[in-house]
């Protein structure tokens, strides 16, 4: 599975961005998708999940603020981030495994980041 994230760039405090993940080389939707960011300095953590069955998981610090979702007839994963945080500035990454099984997922599939700066 090759992943490809794009979307990302500068944006003030309070703004929004969607990000977005196209998938090839399996057929997408049998996978799961996720988000996960890397802060400099810091570890990679998770974001967001959405299952299969477009069931979705958020971790506490974007619940409210980031919406998951998918089109299986573009192949493709989002992530609309709205009243984005400085703290939200991070390189932001997709990625996919067969089964999500919450925080012990081994995801198998990782795309290129995409940069989100949000600026105070």
């Known amino acids: 599975v090759q992943l490809q994230a794009s979307g990302g760039g500068l944006v003030q405090a309070g703004g929004s961005l969607k990000l977005s993940c196209a998938a090839s080389g399996r057929t997408f939707s049998t996978l799961a998708m996720g988000w996960f960011r890397q802060a400099p300095g810091k570890e990679r953590e998770f974001v967001a999940a959405i299952e299969r069955s477009s069931a979705t998981y958020y971790a506490d610090p974007v619940k409210g603020r980031f919406t998951i979702s998918r089109d299986n007839a573009k192949n493709t994963v989002y992530l609309q981030m709205n009243g984005l945080k400085p703290e939200d500035t991070a390189v932001y990454y997709c990625?996919?495994?067969?089964?999500?099984?919450?925080?012990?997922?081994?995801?198998?599939?990782w795309g290129q980041g995409t940069l989100v700066t949000v600026s105070s």
């Open positions: 990625a996919a495994v067969r089964y999500y099984i919450g925080t012990t997922t081994a995801w198998n599939y």
